[in-house]
C-alpha cells in the first residue's frame, strides 16, 4: 500500500493538459532497518522473488544512480556499472544506442536485437525481434531491472536478456515540480520539466524534455522531444489500474556515417561525402499508450493485465545513393494476462506462474532509390509487413528445503512473419514464415544465509530473424530462403550476497552455445544478414560493491568473456572457424568511487577499459582497447521549501581517441582498408546543469 497525501495543490502536466490535484509537503523518510535495506524484490523474471532466491543474473538499478549529474542521454549513463553490458553508439541518434549481453544484440548496426525491453510491463521490442529505446524518457525512470543471459522462457523471441524500466508513481518522489536545464559541449542543451503528486487513492507522475544537440561530428546534429506520463488509481484491497502515455518526437537525427581509417586520420570530425551530400539521417514521432491492472484479490493469487497501442511514423536517408530512403508507418499493439500464486506442492511451498501474450506489428513499408545528387529517382519498394506472436508459458519455484529450491519454466511460441507485396510490376515479393518454438529452463538455488546465496540453471532461446535481416542479398526481395532463427543452450552458475555490512557481491560464469548465429555482411552499402555455422560464448561477470562508510561507495564491474564462430565460413569465402565474433571485446572493467556529503553534495570517479575488438568477420581489422575516466560532481541550495541543485561532469577527462561505435562488416565488397567501420567519440566534453525542485 503506498502512502497517502493531502494538503497543497500541484499542477501537473499530463497528457498536454493542466491536472490539479492536492499534494502533501515532502517530509523527510524514517530510515528502515538494516535488514529491510538488504530485502530485494525482483520482478523483471515475471515470477517475483527475494533477490536471493532468484536463479538467474539479475541486477537492479535505482533512482540516484540512474540521475544523479548525468545528462539522462543514453541508457550507458545508469547501466555501465552492470557486468556483462557492452554499450556503442552513443552519439548517433539516427541509428540509435546499440546494447550487448554476453553477445546478444551485438549484430545490430542499429537499435537493438536479441533483448527485451519493456517499460512498465509494456513492450518496446517488436514480435519480430526489434527494440528502439529512443522513447525510454531516464529522467522518469525510478528503477531499472536486468537479466543477463537467454531469457525466452519469460518473454518469447529476441529475450537474450531483459532491460525493464519502471517509472515513478505520483508519490514515490518529493511532491510538486522541477526543472533542469543542462549545457555542454557541442552545443549540448537540454531542458526538463517534471512534476508529481497525489490526492486519495490517484497519484500521477509526469515529465516532458527537450533535447537540441549539435554533436561532435559534422552532419550529427539531433533535436528530440519526449513526454512521459504515469496516472494510477489504487483501491483499498489493493487493486491498482495503472495509465502510461509516451510520446517522443524527432524532427532531426542526422547521420554522419561510417569513416574509414585514412578519414579518421584526416580529420575524425568529418561525416562521409554521401552523409553531406544526402543530408543522411531520420526522422519520426512516436505515441505508446499502456493500462496496466493488477488484482491481488482474484481467488489466491494476483492476476495482472495489460494492454497498450503504439503508432510510430519514421523515415530515414542512410549515408550512401541508391535506394536508400525508407519510410515506414507503424502500429504495434497487444495484451497480456499473468496470474501468480502462492500455495503447497507435496507438502512445500510452491511460487508459480502462468499467462498469455499476444502482440501484433503491422508496417505500411516503402524505400526509394536515391542518386548521388540527392535526388529521389523512383520507389523500388511497397509492402505491407505483419507479426503476430503467441505465447504462453508457465514457471514455478519449490522450496525442497528452507534452503532449497527448484525451478521450472516452460513457454510456447507461436510467430508469424507475412509480407504483402504492394508493388508487384517488378514480380510479387509476398510470403510469409512461421515459428513454433519451445522454450524451457531449470534451475537450482541454495541459500546458505540470509544474504548469501549460490545458484545453477539452464536454459534455452530463441530469435528469429527480424524483416531487416530477411532481406535479400540478391536484390529478388521478398524473404529470404537461406536464413533461420538462431538457437541457444545457455548454460550459468551464479553467487551472490555479502560480506560483512559494506560490501555486496555478485559472481556469474555462463556458457552459452548459439546454434545458427545471425551474423550481418555488407554489400553496397546495404546490410543484409546470414547465418554462422555456430558460435561458443564463455565468460564470467563479476560486480561488487564496497561501502565503507555513508559517504563513501565503490562499485566495480568485471566482464572477461569469450565469443568465438565456429563451423563458419564468411561471405567472402574465408574459413572464420574460430575466429572472435566481430564487435564484442573480450575484456570490460568498469570501476566508480562516489562520495555523498549533507545537503545534496556528492562527487564520483568513474574509470572504463574496453578491450580489443575485431570489425569483421575475418577478424582482419583490430581495434585497439582503451581507458575513459570520467568525473561529475554536485551540491543543493535551499530556500526554504525549494531547493536548487547545481551538477557538472566531464567525460573521457584524458582526451582519449576511441570509437564510439563500429559498423560491423561494412563495406565487405571493398578492400579492408576502404571499409567504413569507424565512428569516433568525442574527446573531453564537460556538461553542467541546474536543478530547481519547487
Known amino acids: 500500500m503506498r502512502p497517502q497525501h493531502s494538503g497543497k495543490w500541484l499542477g501537473m502536466l499530463l497528457s498536454g493538459q493542466l491536472l490539479i490535484v492536492p499534494v502533501q509537503a515532502e517530509e523527510a523518510p524514517e530510515a528502515a532497518p538494516a535488514e529491510d535495506e538488504l530485502t530485494i524484490r525482483v520482478t523483471a523474471p515475471r515470477l517475483s522473488r527475494d533477490l536471493y532466491e532468484t536463479p538467474a543474473a539479475v541486477s537492479v538499478i535505482n533512482g540516484p544512480e540512474i540521475r544523479q549529474g ?72 525510478e528503477r531499472i531491472e536486468v537479466i543477463r543471459g537467454p531469457s525466452s522462457v519469460q518473454y518469447g523471441n529476441a529475450a537474450g ?58 552532419q550529427s546534429e539531433v533535436e528530440k522531444a519526449l513526454f512521459n506520463g504515469r496516472l494510477e488509481h489504487e483501491w483499498q484491497e489493493g487493486q491498482t489500474l495503472t495509465a502510461t502515455f509516451n510520446a517522443v ?18 580529420d575524425r570530425t568529418q561525416a562521409t561525402n554521401f552523409a553531406n551530400r544526402l543530408d543522411s539521417g531520420q526522422n519520426l514521432d512516436q505515441q505508446t499508450l499502456g493500462l496496466i491492472y493488477r488484482d491481488p484479490t482474484v481467488g489466491p493469487g494476483t492476476l495482472t493485465t495489460s494492454t497498450f497501442f503504439s503508432r510510430r511514423d519514421f523515415e530515414q536517408q542512410l549515408p550512401f545513393p ?8 507503424r502500429q504495434f499493439y497487444g495484451a497480456s494476462s499473468q496470474y501468480e500464486h502462492q500455495a503447497e506442492l507435496a507438502g512445500k511451498p510452491l511460487n508459480y506462474a502462468f499467462g498469455i501474450d499476444v502482440n501484433r506489428q503491422e508496417d505500411d513499408r516503402r524505400r526509394y532509390s536515391v542518386a548521388a545528387s540527392g535526388q529521389v529517382t523512383g520507389q523500388t519498394q511497397e509492402e505491407d509487413q505483419t507479426a503476430t506472436a503467441t505465447g504462453v508459458f508457465a514457471q514455478g519455484d519449490l522450496a525442497l528445503t528452507p534452503k532449497l529450491s527448484a525451478s521450472l519454466g516452460l513457454r510456447y511460441d507461436h510467430l508469424r512473419l507475412a509480407v504483402d507485396d504492394q508493388r508487384t510490376s517488378d514480380g ?59 538457437e541457444a543452450l545457455n548454460r550459468e552458475l551464479g553467487v551472490r550476497g555479502t560480506l560483512g555490512p559494506s560490501i555486496t557481491y555478485d559472481l556469474a560464469i555462463f556458457s552459452i552455445e548459439v546454434d545458427n548465429e545471425i551474423v550481418p555482411f555488407d554489400r553496397g552499402g546495404q546490410t543484409f544478414y546470414e547465418n554462422a555455422g555456430q558460435t561458443e560464448r564463455e565468460g564470467v561477470e563479476l560486480g561488487v560493491n564496497w561501502t565503507p562508510s555513508y559517504a563513501w561507495s565503490v562499485t566495480s564491474a568485471l566482464t572477461l568473456a569469450d565469443y568465438t564462430l565456429q563451423d563458419f565460413t564468411d561471405e567472402q569465402g574465408n574459413n572464420a572457424n574460430g575466429n572472435k565474433l566481430p564487435g564484442l571485446p573480450s575484456e570490460q572493467w568498469v570501476n566508480e568511487v562516489k562520495w555523498r556529503g549533507q545537503a545534496g553534495r556528492f562527487a564520483a570517479l568513474e574509470t572504463q577499459y574496453v578491450g580489443d575488438v575485431f570489425a569483421e568477420n575475418s577478424n582482419q581489422t583490430e581495434v585497439d582497447a ?6 561529475r560532481a554536485g551540491t543543493d541550495f535551499r530556500f526554504g521549501e525549494q531547493t536548487l541543485g547545481v551538477y557538472a561532469g566531464i567525460r573521457n577527462l584524458f582526451d582519449e581517441d576511441y570509437f564510439s561505435n563500429l559498423r560491423i562488416n561494412a563495406n565487405t565488397d571493398r578492400p579492408v582498408e576502404q571499409r567504413g567501420y569507424f565512428e569516433p567519440a568525442p574527446g573531453r566534453t564537460i556538461n553542467m546543469g541546474v536543478n530547481w525542485q519547487f
Not at 188 to 213: C, F, H, V
Not at 256 to 266: I, K, S, W
Not at 455 to 484: K, L, M, Q, R
Open 70 to 141: 548525468h545528462q539522462r542521454l543514453q541508457l550507458d549513463e545508469s547501466l555501465n556499472t552492470v557486468p556483462g553490458l557492452f554499450f556503442q553508439n552513443r552519439y548517433n541518434f539516427a541509428q540509435n544506442l546499440r546494447l550487448s549481453t554476453r553477445g546478444f544484440g551485438a549484430r545490430s548496426p542499429f537499435g537493438i536485437r536479441g533483448i527485451q525491453i519493456r517499460v512498465d510491463g509494456i513492450p518496446y521490442t517488436l514480435p519480430d525481434g526489434q527494440a528502439q529505446v529512443d522513447a525510454i524518457d531516464l529522467d522518469s525512470a
Open 161 to 218: 536478456g531483459v532491460i525493464a524500466v519502471t517509472t515513478a508513481r505520483g508519490y514515490e518522489r518529493p511532491n510538486g515540480a522541477r526543472l533542469k536545464l543542462d549545457a555542454g559541449s557541442d552545443r549540448y542543451r537540454k531542458g526538463t520539466i517534471q512534476a508529481n503528486g497525489s490526492e486519495g487513492p490517484m497519484s500521477g507522475s509526469a515529465t516532458l524534455s527537450w533535447l537540441d544537440y549539435e554533436g561532435y561530428r559534422d
Open 249 to 266: 518526437d524527432t524532427p532531426k537525427a542526422q547521420d554522419p556515417g561510417g569513416l574509414t581509417q585514412a578519414q579518421v586520420d584526416e
Open 322 to 329: 541508391g535506394p536508400s530512403l525508407i519510410a515506414f508507418d
Open 428 to 486: 510479387d515479393d509476398s510470403g510469409s514464415r512461421t515459428y513454433r518454438e519451445v522454450s524451457g529452463m531449470a534451475g537450482l538455488s541454495y541459500r546458505i544465509a540470509a544474504q548469501q546465496q549460490v545458484y545453477a540453471t539452464v536454459g534455452t532461446a530463441f530469435e528469429s530473424p527480424t524483416f531487416t535481416e530477411f532481406a535479400n542479398p540478391d536484390g529478388s526481395g521478398g524473404f529470404n530462403p537461406d536464413i533461420e532463427p538462431q
Open 626 to 631: 582503451y581507458w575513459l575516466v570520467s568525473l
